[in-house]
């Protein structure tokens, strides 16, 4: 790019930079939005956290949809060819061995904390599968592989496992009314479920996109072809 | 200046510096880096004008919206990660044709 082509660009960027801040300076300082019309519905919600009553509840199709994004992500990870990934040897470290043998189940629990702490604090499906995920990769890095002999049943059984659920309820919800419209006093119930189920579902979601495609490539294309 | 348009400025500064360097940089992973900036200098700009309630409870909505948008981003990055591996395997570039570079290989 030259020199005075450069100059034109950030001459743009720098106007359209300082249009926004006058914008955002003469926003008036305080604006209610949604907060007074959440608050007074989230008794109905079946959750006490403002922003999974958001998530799940009276925005629940936003979720849904994010849900299937990340599957449709992976879909097109794997159509893109995720390179084959050849398992790694086992671990000659007893260091690494030992303290992943101790971080693990520590990260499995917190996601548990963080996945049923998210109906009345911060926290939730997607962090607790980050979470999931951050320990599979750990394990995985180590070159403890339980992940990678999963059989490829397994692993559409949990990839899919999530957004079925959640498809599920939805579509069960117009037996009562509306689309993703919880039962009166039940809300909390199928919040859960969706929740358990798009976690693990996030969790595998995420790890194989890190992974980069199918884990055990190899190994998984015998069996189809066994099959 | 509240501190809820303190930082929505300031988001504003981190958006522009990643659409500047999403334009200025061919290098494709660099791109990715850039067009990640701009993801969080919104997600900042979201989030620092939902706390602008009386109430000092932030605005839910825009923070849910920026949960959703983190889980899109993430997708979307790794989705472009894979296909620029794939560009790579296929043309051995980093960077993209430019059309001031082709031209002159078209002449000769």
Known sequence: MSPLKHLLLATLLLVGVAIMIEAVILLPPEAEGLQPTVSTHLGESGVSNPVTAVLLNFRGYDTLLEILVLATA???VLAVGGTAIVPRP???NSLLAALTACLVPILVLVAAYLLWIGASRPGGAFQA???LTAGA???DLSGYNPIRRLSVWWLRLLLLIGPAVFLGAALLCLRYGELLTYPAGYAKYWILTIEVACTVSIGFILLLLVLGGRPGEDATTER???M | ?????????IAI?????GLHALIIVPHLLRK???LNIVGVGIFLFLIALASRTSSGEPDPVPQAMVLTGIVVSISATALMTALIRRYVALTGKTELPNRTDEAPSDDT
């Open chain 1, 74 to 76: 992976l879909w097109a």
């Open chain 1, 90 to 92: 086992q671990p000659t």
């Open chain 1, 129 to 131: 599968a980050a979470l």
């Open chain 1, 137 to 139: 990769l750990l394990l």
């Open chain 1, 224 to 226: 189809e072809s066994v």
């Open chain 2, 1 to 9: 200046m509240t501190t809820a348009q303190f930082f929505a400025i």
């Open chain 2, 13 to 17: 500064g981190v958006i522009g510096v």
């Open chain 2, 32 to 34: 990715l880096m850039a």
